[in-house]
């Protein structure tokens, strides 16, 4: 793992329920720098930081890649021994932005030590503040936004041409526009470590619901084309990688264009991916009701690669907040798509995104969001308490509840999530499951883990002999006990593929 992980989704004003299982992240491996023309001694040393969804944690392990690739860098996770310091930044939630303001100013500090450290700062709050960046920072050298990461290797040449003009005199260089999608198109072979992957599917979001920033910071939605993802998905899968998870704040609008220039829509894309030799298990982050669709539900009565699992956010379960929140859709809705799901796939696990303290959420609409958790039993999910963000609709809003209203609310519905949470988590002892198996316990190693479809880690004994025929395998486990909210223990039945 190359990348220190913040996830705002556990940030203190909404505690998060659960916390995701750590994702992969493409990393420099040794070949890359093996290959490198650059001579060892002049080898620069990189250190990222990463706050935010799971895009931005891709995101990071690509900002490596091009750093690695243009100029030999090589991942450190010591910030002391770093030469280039990067901050990917997330601006969901107010928190998380004021955290990189805190950030950058211990980095000042490291630099007034060493002024030959470049800082680059990117992500959504980049996009968002642009030269506002280094208005306040003016120590920062590098500004550049979600779709620009693969310009970094010229960022960093030109942000070191003006150290050597003009080193007092500084002025940064930054680049935070969208330029269509053609970051893809620079980035160089994925790399791997471990049998899952993410794969972005696509950039941007045009849903615009009224409390969201991304499509201000990350564009409009935009696909890429279908060839490239099934080329990045075979080489990963050629890597070995078993499971992939397509990322997109909105994969469920994919619209990618085939050789043919027709549109693949999400579900054609569900069954092309199902088709690469090694891909085991499909996952996708996230999607959106309104154009969750027929096609995508019976994509799971076809394809047994998708897990059993669907994370889809609803936010709220009162229809007027999901109104003035600009989701397009009503509960109704929402609790329909499921029992489809559920009817094709009984075994499903949901998961699921809520905002509390809306502006204007009355008592009674609250009250609806609790039930809405209750009936639909979560498997886990996330929430947060409604942050103002600026430039957005919503806050325009009037906002009526107070903060300690809206963190008592927090708190009675967090407890509803992690009862469910708790009680799946019992239900599943006695019952097999499929995990993909993963790694030896770092602090059992008589014991593989791996994950089930619902996420939970699952650990089990074995027999030496066999760890290398079991390791990267789809295995069915018999769970025999609850070890804590989101690990179970068991003995392997037999291996599924
Ligand atoms: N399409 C992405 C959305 C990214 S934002 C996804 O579904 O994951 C992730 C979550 O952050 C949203 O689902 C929402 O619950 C939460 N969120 C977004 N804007 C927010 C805001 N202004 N205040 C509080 N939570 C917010
Ligand atoms: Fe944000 Fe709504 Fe898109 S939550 S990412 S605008 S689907």
Redesign the pocket.
Known sequence: MSVTVFNPRIDDA?VANTIASTPTVTALNEASSAQSPVNKAATKKVFVTTQG?QMNVYDSGKMLDVLGDSHGMEVTHDIDEADVLLMNTCS??EKAQEKVFSELGRWRKLKEKRPDLVIGVGGCVASQEGDNIQKRAPYVDMVFGPQTLHRLPELYDQSNEQREIAPKNRIGTIDVSFPSIEKFDFLPEPRVEGYKAFVSIMEG?SKYCS????PYTRGEELSRPLDDVLAEIDSLAEQGVREINLLG??VNGYRGEKDDGSICRFAELLHYVSHVDGVERIRY??S?PLEFTDDIIDAYAQLPELVSHLHL?V?SGSNAILAAMKRNHTIDVYINQINKLKAIRPDIHLSS???IGFPGETEQDFQDTLNLAKELNFDHS?S????K?PGTPAAELPDDVSFKTKKERLAEFQKVIIDSTLAKTHEMVGTTTRVLVEQVANRHPDYLIGTADNTRTVMFPYDVDKMDELLGKIVSVRVTDFVSPHMVKGELIEMLA
């Open positions: 909404a969804c969901i939630r979001c409390f969201c920033v991304v704040q909105n982050t996230t959106h956010p936010q995104d809520f905002i996330y947060f308490i409604y942050s963000r």
